[in-house]
């Protein structure tokens, strides 16, 4: 008799059997084997079939019987049980669940398991999630979190349009009230106005902010005091009868330790003695989406708070007033709409003169933030933003359904006998499908951290926005950043793993025999469809590289702009003298003063003061009349910015004065009045005449009239992108400005002097509050100039870089999946005398081919994709040349260096190696 | 829980054991079922069927001594306990009870 030890098992076989047994138990079973081999090769049967059979019965027994083990043990436990050869009429939901969870334990397990590619699968998808998050916070902050008041939901915001300017404005006091007693659609109206104050406890005042509020506010929005008491019906109705504060929150808490004996106490504001009565509960944020309010004071005491609002409790035309009213229950939007509109006809027939044309708009205050004016952009941006975070989800998916191909190829041996035990294909694509939502999954509570760390930063940023107005910008996630998170999580899951696990559940048993011990990984359609995804990712990253492209462009192209005035060598320093206790004439000669004294300090070129900065979040508008036309018709008068300066401003802020004369000494408040004009409003009102010498009124069809003297440059006021907006100027000494701006020209680094103009202005003005001290250069970089613009460069930048390395990582993911695929081949063409050269070049091509395809699709793409940005760009076409070349040389450097680490990989193939193992 | 009762095949494998005595090992329990039964079985079913009874406590196995056809390996024997027993038993008196007065009626 043939002894076991000399027949030998093919080695295949021996291998496949060994991979089905325990290890303690397979070399006694191939003992056993080679015995019976070598037993019917004594009796002449035929051995070659019968190893096959043997061994492939080993592949399917071994792993089906440990199944069926499981599935009888977990049988004999009552209610867990659930027989899946069962007719479908018998499930129930308590199957259906119990089937989910075994699907989800043996997914977390077989993750468990291959821990570096959940560990890539994992960061990947938190990434793309986190992008996601982090803008969806944003978009939710705006858009849908609701105030935390009662009844959120009846919240609307009441804004009037005018003909005066081309976006909406507030209301007037008197206006206010007829709204409130006239229309029953409200329940009530509320009115209010951030205005910046002088606070004084002890010690030095402090500038803070706070809203001047009607009496009703807290109680229409349902916000009750958390310490002490709101306004009473007398503070909120008697003129100057008020001299009470409610302290915010976090005011309270930052200056006075969230001490609850401060209410009844006694604080100087603007001057004058107010009392602490009480303070707002902390979830209230105040109705300034934006601004941080310190305090809140009725309104009853705007007259004696801020003297340039004298009358305005009476002047039905001074529309200054920001206006929410809550809606009565059952009343849509529209109706309010309707009604309030009809309202503002009748008021526009009693009082023609200041209602002119006055309509009112009505939106639900979700949709006016940050300002009614602006607000009607917003879902806009939105929408853009969130599309282009859409696509790194995108290329996020597209990654993972590469590895998870890449993965499912690994296993068709476990999907085959799967499916050789009569799992149905249905049941199968599940499984896998579970593997990648717990992977969604997964990702999203990374992509949770990873978003709320970007919008925490985004916050930040906004919070140390150069502004005299202290911004609040609370992103915190709420359930619906979650929700959306959850969402996208589970959506991409099953997304990414979708389109994997239907192409894995057509793995049958007999082609994974067939390929035997090597992978069955790569059939065509496999490596075909993985192609297609690295394509798809390659085309996306190179829409988003285009989008930052041309941000960064217009970016660029804002910086070279001409802004109308200087933006080296100026530094800005601005003060208020009116909340410092000063009335005008004191105040002016402080102006003087400090003119005189800074304008001779050494490295000061000129000094001169400005009532408005441009990009400052603050303009003035006036309605201009000329002289000699009727000016009942509507074309006779002209909305403009305007501006009042000091005499030497023009040469200060490097405004240059095309035609006539700056202001001099001799412009004083005595003297004719006089205004410059810029070229545009020069060109609107005197096309065919010479500006210089024209009389136009700013105060009414009455005069005084006013005398151009001169005309400057056009100059940009709150956007880089405007248009050329008409302008004049006004010299300070015939019309007062405060707070106001002075503009130092240096001769160097101009925040260098900002120590000696603050010591100036405090040993002239002891104890008066400077602000806003910047240099012109950074005014515009970090502030609403170039900021805004910086900030989408950089949010679209790092999208199209989070896109650029997935996709990266994606086309490196196939070439080298395709190397290792073809080892052979490659050893075969090397043993052949191919040079490793051609090998190179060989594999190299296959990528920049599919890298090829992909620019094309994304540069088809991005040409359509960028029409759509082009309202937020700055003198970029969006089919900008320069853009569209560097992207597409970018990627081909990204895409080359992708391909030539596999492909050197394949050129140090050992032909030995690679043809013995193929 | 009810007991199981032993599956036809397991029955083989079990007979074929007894009928070896303690010497069993699969190559000959497979030569037995075919001489007996005319049916060949597999490696792997045999394997299979042992690993089950032994878990469910129906047979032990233990390591017999190396032998040097095996290159001085040694083969893992299989011994059929008490409960086998009893268990096949029962299994013979239900399928001879289910016969009685089937094959008279004939």
């Known amino acids: 008799m043939n002894g076991a030890g000399s027949v030998r098992l093919p080695r295949l076989a021996a291998a496949l059997v060994r991979r089905c047994l325990p290890a303690d138990r397979a070399d006694e079973v191939l003992d056993d084997l080679r015995e019976g081999l070598g037993a019917r090769r004594n009796r002449q049967q035929s051995t070659t079939l019968?190893?096959?059979?043997?061994?492939?019965?080993?592949?399917?027994r071994v792993p089906a019987a440990a199944t069926i083990?499981?599935?009888?043990?977990?049988?004999?436990?009552?209610?867990?049980?659930?027989?899946?050869?069962a007719p479908r009429a018998r499930l129930t939901m308590e199957h259906v669940v119990d089937i989910w969870m075994q699907d989800f334990r043996y997914a977390i397990r077989g993750l468990f398991k291959s821990k570096g590619f959940t560990f890539v699968a994992v960061m990947t998808l938190g990434l793309g999630i986190g992008v996601n998050t982090a803008i969806f916070s944003v978009v939710n902050a705006f858009l849908f979190r609701p105030l935390p008041v009662q009844d959120p939901e009846q919240l609307i915001v009441i804004a009037s349009q005018t003909e005066l300017v081309e976006f909406p404005i507030g209301v007037s006091y008197p206006n206010y009230l007829d709204y409130r007693q006239r229309t029953d659609v409200v329940q009530d109206i509320i009115v209010y106005l951030p205005s910046p104050v002088s606070l004084k406890d002890q010690g030095e005042a402090q500038r803070a902010w706070v809203e001047i509020?009607?009496?009703?506010?807290?109680?229409?929005?349902?916000?009750?005091?958390?310490?002490?008491?709101?306004?009473?019906?007398?503070?909120?109705?008697?003129?100057?009868?008020?001299?009470?504060?409610?302290?915010?929150?976090?005011?309270?808490?930052?200056?006075?330790?969230?001490?609850?004996?401060?209410?009844?106490?006694?604080?100087?504001?603007?001057?004058?003695?107010?009392?602490?009565?009480?303070?707002?509960?902390?979830?209230?944020?105040?109705?300034?989406?934006?601004?941080?309010?310190?305090?809140?004071?009725?309104?009853?005491?705007?007259?004696?708070?801020?003297?340039?609002?004298?009358?305005v409790l009476d002047g039905r035309a001074s529309k200054y007033l920001r206006a929410m009213g809550r809606l009565q229950p059952g009343v849509t939007v529209q109706q309010a709409s309707a009604s309030l509109n009809a309202l503002a006809d009748e008021l526009e027939r009693e009082y023609p003169q200041a209602n002119r044309a006055t309509d009112l708009v009505v939106v639900p205050e979700t949709m006016a933030r940050p300002e009614v004016s602006i607000s009607s952009q917003l879902p806009v941006v939105a929408a853009i933003f969130m599309g282009l975070v859409a696509l790194v989800l995108l290329i996020t998916c597209a990654n993972i359904a590469n590895l998870l191909i890449a993965r499912a190829s690994t296993r068709h041996k476990e999907i085959a006998i799967r499916s050789a035990l009569g799992a149905g294909r249905f049941r199968i694509v599940r499984q896998l499908v579970s593997e990648s939502t717990v992977l969604g999954i997964l990702g999203g509570g990374v992509g949770v951290v990873l978003g709320i760390w970007a919008s925490n930063y985004l916050a930040n940023g906004a919070s140390n926005f150069p502004s005299d107005i202290p911004i609040r910008f609370d992103l915190s996630p709420d359930y619906r950043v979650f929700g959306f998170a959850f969402v996208v999580a589970m959506v991409t899951g099953v997304l990414a793993g979708g389109i994997p696990a239907v192409r894995a559940s057509r793995t049958s048993l007999a082609d994974v025999l067939k390929e035997g011990g090597r992978s069955a990984t790569d059939s065509r359609t496999g490596q075909r469809l993985r192609s297609t995804l690295v394509v798809a990712q390659v085309a996306v990253s190179l829409v988003l590289l285009v989008a930052a492209g041309l941000f960064l462009r217009s970016l660029q192209n804002a910086r070279s702009l001409d802004f109308g005035f200087r933006v080296d060598n100026t530094l800005m320093v601005s003060i208020d003298p009116t909340l410092a206790g000063y009335e005008e004439e004191r105040g002016r000669q402080l102006y003087n003063d400090i003119i005189e004294h800074v304008g001779v300090l050494p490295g000061v070129e000129e000094a001169s003061f400005a009532g408005f900065v441009p990009f400052g979040g603050r303009a003035g508008i006036l309605s201009v009349r000329l002289q000699g036309r009727n000016a009942t018709e509507d074309n006779e008068t002209l909305s403009a910015f305007y501006n009042i300066v000091g005499t030497d401003y023009f040469r200060a802020a490097g405004t240059t004065i095309l035609q006539g004369r700056g202001f001099t000494e001799r412009d004083s408040a005595d003297a004719p009045p006089v205004a410059l004009v810029n070229e545009s409003m020069a060109n609107i009102l005197w096309p065919d005449d010479e500006a210089l010498g024209q009389r136009l009124s700013i105060s009414g069809p009455e005069g005084p009239w006013v005398e151009v003297v001169g005309v400057t440059v056009d100059s940009k006021v709150l956007f880089v992108w405007e248009e050329n907006r008409p302008m004049f100027y006004v010299p300070l000494e015939q019309r007062y400005p405060t707070p106001a701006t002075l503009y130092v020209h240096t001769d160097g680094e101009p925040s260098s002097m900002a120590p000696a103009v603050r010591a100036e202005i405090a040993a002239l003005a002891p104890g008066m509050p400077v602000y806003d001290v910047n240099t012109m250069q950074s005014h515009l970089e970090n502030g609403t100039a170039l900021g805004i613009l910086a900030v989408a460069a950089l949010m679209v930048g790092s999208f199209g870089v989070v896109g650029l390395l997935l996709a990266s990582i994606g086309l490196y993911g196939v070439i080298s999946f395709s190397v290792n695929q073809r080892r052979h081949e490659i050893g075969v063409r090397l043993a052949l005398g191919a040079g490793s050269g051609k090998v190179l070049k060989m594999v190299v091509r296959q990528g920049m081919i599919l890298s090829g395809i992909g620019m094309g699709v994304g540069l088809v793409l991005a040409l359509l994709i960028s029409q759509g940005l082009s309202n937020l760009l700055l003198d970029v076409s969006g089919t900008d040349l320069v853009t569209y070349a560097v992207v597409t040389a970018f990627l081909t450097v990204v895409a080359l260096v992708a391909s030539y680490l596999p492909a050197r990989r394949a050129t140090q193939v050992d032909p030995l190696v690679a043809l013995r193992d193929g | 829980m009810a007991r199981e009762t032993l599956g036809e095949f397991e029955q083989l494998v079990l007979l074929a054991c007894l009928r070896l005595g303690p010497d069993a090992y699969v190559v000959p329990i497979i030569g037995e079922i075919a001489a007996r039964t005319g049916r060949s079985a597999s490696h792997a079913a045999v394997y299979v069927a042992l690993k089950r009874l032994e878990k469910k406590g129906l047979v032990s196995s233990r390591m017999g001594a190396p032998v040097a056809e095996r290159g001085g390996r040694s083969k893992r024997h299989?011994?059929?306990?008490?409960?086998?027993?009893?268990?096949l038993r029962a299994a013979r008196d239900a399928l001879l009870s289910m016969w009685d007065g089937v094959e008279a009626g004939r």
């Open chain 1, 50 to 60: 019968w190893v096959w059979r043997q061994a492939l019965a080993f592949v399917v």
């Open chain 1, 69 to 85: 083990d499981t599935w009888r043990q977990r049988r004999a436990r009552p209610a867990h049980s659930y027989n899946f050869n």
């Open chain 1, 213 to 311: 509020v009607s009496g009703n506010y807290f109680d229409m929005l349902g916000v009750p005091a958390l310490h002490g008491r709101t306004f009473s019906k007398e503070e909120g109705e008697v003129r100057g009868g008020a001299p009470v504060i409610v302290l915010d929150h976090g005011y309270w808490e930052r200056e006075y330790g969230a001490d609850p004996s401060v209410v009844g106490r006694g604080v100087e504001i603007n001057g004058a003695s107010y009392t602490i009565i009480g303070v707002t509960p902390p979830e209230f944020p105040g109705t300034e989406f934006i601004i941080g309010v310190d305090g809140y004071i009725s309104i009853m005491m705007i007259e004696q708070l801020r003297p340039e609002f004298v009358g």
């Open chain 2, 78 to 87: 299989f011994e059929v306990l008490p409960d086998a027993v009893e268990q």
